[in-house]
């Protein structure tokens, strides 16, 4: 089993900039991919971006130019910083680990990030 403990979420005005953490406890071993994911109310959840333990990253192009994602190994967490964050943004922000790119079997218990206008 795989814990994901997100943080970092909260309220920011229009324009302003969050960095989400995950960190992975557990069998991390299985937490080859680690990836973020959004939900906003009465949307379906929507992929962000994942990044690999080798380092091979990918981007939804919804968030390309605004939003990255990095990885530190050594702590088992990965990071999601937002810029430029608009009210479509608001949504509950969940971190996933997975030992492939496409099936995510572990879910962190989701962050609130609330924009703003």
């Known amino acids: 089993q795989v814990q994901l403990v997100e943080s970092g979420g909260g309220l920011v005005q229009a324009g302003g900039s969050l960095r989400l953490s995950c960190a992975a406890s557990?069998?991390?071993?299985?937490?080859?991919?680690m990836g973020w994911f959004r939900q906003a109310p009465g949307k379906e959840r929507e992929f962000l971006a994942a990044?690999?333990?080798?380092?091979?990253?990918t981007l939804s192009d919804s968030v390309k130019g605004r939003f990255s994602i990095s990885r530190d190994n050594a702590k088992s967490t990965v990071y999601l910083q937002m810029n430029s964050l608009i009210p479509e943004d608001t949504a509950v922000y969940y971190c996933?680990?997975?030992?492939?790119?496409?099936?995510?079997?572990?879910w962190g218990q989701g962050t609130q990030v609330t924009v703003s206008s």
């Open positions: 996933a680990a997975g030992s492939t790119a496409k099936l995510y079997s572990y």
């Open positions: 557990g069998r991390t071993s299985s937490s080859i991919f």
């Open positions: 990044m690999s333990r080798s380092g091979g990253s």
